[in-house]
DNA sequence: TTGATCGATACGCTTGGAGCATCGATTCCA
DNA sequence: TGGAATCGATGCTCCAAGCGTATCGATCAA
């Protein structure tokens, strides 16, 4: 049994004449003829009354043209499927993303990436920068959205946007009335940070900034996730130095102040396999791309 | 694209490996590596990743594995459902039955029917015997469920319970309290009756049982129900002649006599084609008249 | 009775799927 | 580092089988 056999059972079905039906499938009435009856044959099954001059179907013809109709659609289906998924309209795409491009950024990628790829299945994974690379290479994810990425032979990596780096202080700080400071003004608080091994290059920068600003930096607490650490800031704990973007997150006792040294900027990145050639995964690079640059970045 | 592609490519997706896969097929290697070559280029996808090491799945290639998997499920499908239709597994039955029948036989029919044959669509008709013998011959019923009916080359008709004829009388009727009664009995009484042109048969039977008891009857009021007609009774509008198997319809105010004449007699039968050669019908054939006669009729 | 219609059959051609032998690339191991 | 083993691809040949043309036989209408 072949899907040729198929169509023609299902043609002869329809027409219910083997001339016509013969016609419509482009072959020739006794091949047509032949193929019907080695179908049954194989079977075992006889599938049409046949006379000279009227065609019928036998109720188990009627069972199996019907079931023969969701085969081929089945079939036609399977065609449809790979040559979508070949072409990126279908598939599953990941995404690996750090905490502090959730708040702005991930929104607006996840819906425009509905919006015109609602086919291909997006899963989004949170993870730092530093796991994100590796994770490329092996292609666990697909593209990378971090911070503060330098390009390699084996990654190309494109800015989204750059933001200035904020001090986040409590409500009853002494510099919470002002707008811009310098961070060696910052010299009598503790910082409150993210855990140091799994943010080693935000670290080492906070690190060299505090250098150049002859500062030598006290670290009170370690906070694993944005919100936390925002908590303890309003606690009173110590600052911290955040992206921009985490303003988003209001905290009713949390001041942010505009931190004025030089360096004191982080760029989202994104990130792909060099010469990527998955459709998905490119379509995917590409969307995020375009969503964080279309809507304009807000006022600081 | 045939069936044979969709099954040599869910082989080498499994096995990951054209020696093996070509093994599991029983087909020399070059042969599937040809045929898998040919279905990409008809598809106009790469489905199988290969070096001489190593052979992956693309995304499309799972894609189209997927739906290939479920395309050859409904092929084997086609092929059952065609098998079962033949030999009445499955498939579609009627029956035509009278509305008589349908207090006593017709349950026990459609639950032994269901339990034999699931897969099988029991549609029931109710209709009287005379409409059932041309849908019969046009095939619009494939067993009819009828009374007194004789055989003809054309139909098969078997007996399948004999019933005493009955006299229903409202409960103030002056014979009330008898057990047996002779038709002749009722002169005074008018007589509600099903519809003469209805059941021609059942009249004309009244008509010759009167004659012989000397009775010309009066007929005061037509129903076409069963239960309409005992309602009329019960309402004193007349007596009804009804055959044993109507008394499981109790009504409060109807009494039930039974008739010594000759004759009163009422004949459960059904009825087939003359040399019936579809499963389904042959097996519903077989069922009513086993499950007509396996529970003893009840008592009179 | 005759002609038209329609599915089945006969026959020869051609396609294309299969097997065998072999190639080229890659990997493993000594 | 070189040779052997593994594995998919390719070239060649064979033949099964699908196809088309011509024709038959049965049925039905005029």
């Not at 006794?30 to 075992?44: A, N, T, Y």
């Not at 990126?88 to 905490?99: D, E, H, N, P, Y």
């Not at 936390?228 to 988003?248: F, M, Y």
């Given at each position: 049994?072949?899907?040729?056999?198929?169509?023609?059972?299902?043609?002869?079905?329809?027409?219910?004449?083997?001339?016509?039906?013969?016609?419509?499938?482009?072959?020739?009435q006794?091949?047509?003829?032949?193929?019907?009856?080695?179908?049954?044959?194989?079977?075992?099954v006889?599938?049409?009354?046949?006379?000279?001059?009227?065609?019928?179907?036998?109720?188990?013809?009627?069972?199996?043209?019907?079931?023969?109709?969701?085969?081929?659609?089945?079939?036609?289906?399977?065609?449809?499927?790979?040559?979508?998924?070949?072409?990126?309209?279908?598939?599953?795409?990941?995404?690996?993303?750090?905490?502090?491009?959730?708040?702005?950024?991930?929104?607006?990628?996840?819906?425009?990436?509905?919006a015109?790829?609602?086919?291909?299945?997006?899963?989004?994974?949170?993870?730092?920068?530093?796991?994100?690379?590796?994770?490329?290479?092996?292609?666990?994810?697909?593209?990378?959205?971090?911070?503060?990425?330098?390009p390699?032979?084996?990654?190309?990596?494109?800015?989204?946007?750059?933001?200035?780096?904020?001090?986040?202080?409590?409500?009853?700080?002494?510099?919470?009335?002002?707008?811009r400071?310098?961070?060696?003004?910052?010299?009598?608080?503790?910082?409150?940070?993210?855990?140091?091994?799994?943010?080693?290059?935000?670290?080492?920068?906070?690190?060299?900034?505090?250098?150049?600003?002859?500062?030598?930096?006290?670290?009170?607490?370690?906070?694993?996730?944005?919100?936390?650490?925002?908590?303890?800031?309003?606690?009173?704990?110590?600052?911290?130095?955040?992206?921009?973007?985490?303003?988003?997150?209001r905290?009713?006792?949390?001041?942010?102040?505009?931190?004025?040294?030089?360096?004191?900027?982080?760029?989202?990145?994104?990130?792909?396999?060099?010469?990527?050639?998955?459709?998905?995964?490119?379509?995917?690079?590409?969307?995020?791309?375009?969503?964080?640059?279309?809507?304009?970045?807000?006022?600081?």
């Open positions: 049994m072949e899907l040729r056999h198929l169509h023609y059972a299902v043609a002869v079905a329809e027409e219910l004449h083997f001339g016509r039906a013969a016609d419509r499938l482009h072959v020739a006794p091949s047509l003829s032949r193929q019907v009856r080695q179908l049954e044959h194989d079977l075992g006889e599938l049409f009354k046949r006379t000279s001059r009227r065609v019928e179907l036998t109720p188990a013809g009627a069972a199996f043209v019907h079931a023969a109709r969701r085969t081929l659609a089945a079939a036609s289906d399977s065609r449809v499927a790979a040559v979508q998924a070949a072409s990126g309209v279908r598939g599953r795409a990941t995404l690996g993303f750090v905490a502090s491009a959730a708040v702005e950024v991930l929104p607006r990628v996840v819906a425009v990436h509905r015109e790829r609602p086919l291909v299945q997006l899963s989004l994974r949170e993870m730092t920068t530093e796991e994100q690379v590796p994770q490329l290479l092996d292609g666990e994810i697909d593209v990378g959205l971090g911070r503060d990425l330098e390699t032979d084996d990654l190309q990596v494109q800015t989204l946007q750059r933001e200035p780096l904020l001090a986040a202080v409590p409500h009853d700080h002494v510099l919470r009335h002002r707008r400071i310098r961070l060696a003004e910052l010299e009598r608080s503790p910082f409150v940070t993210l855990p140091r091994d799994r943010v080693p290059r935000a670290w080492d920068k906070l690190l060299v900034m505090s250098r150049a600003a002859g500062l030598t930096p006290h670290f009170a607490q370690e906070a694993n996730q944005f919100v936390t650490l925002l908590a303890l800031v309003a606690a009173g704990l110590g600052v911290a130095i955040v992206p921009d973007s985490v303003r988003t997150l905290h009713e006792h949390v001041h942010y102040l505009r931190l004025n040294d030089p360096g004191a900027w982080s760029e989202v990145t994104v990130a792909v396999r060099a010469g990527e050639t998955q459709p998905v995964a490119r379509d995917l690079h590409r969307l995020v791309s375009a969503a964080a640059t279309a809507p304009p970045p807000r006022a600081t």
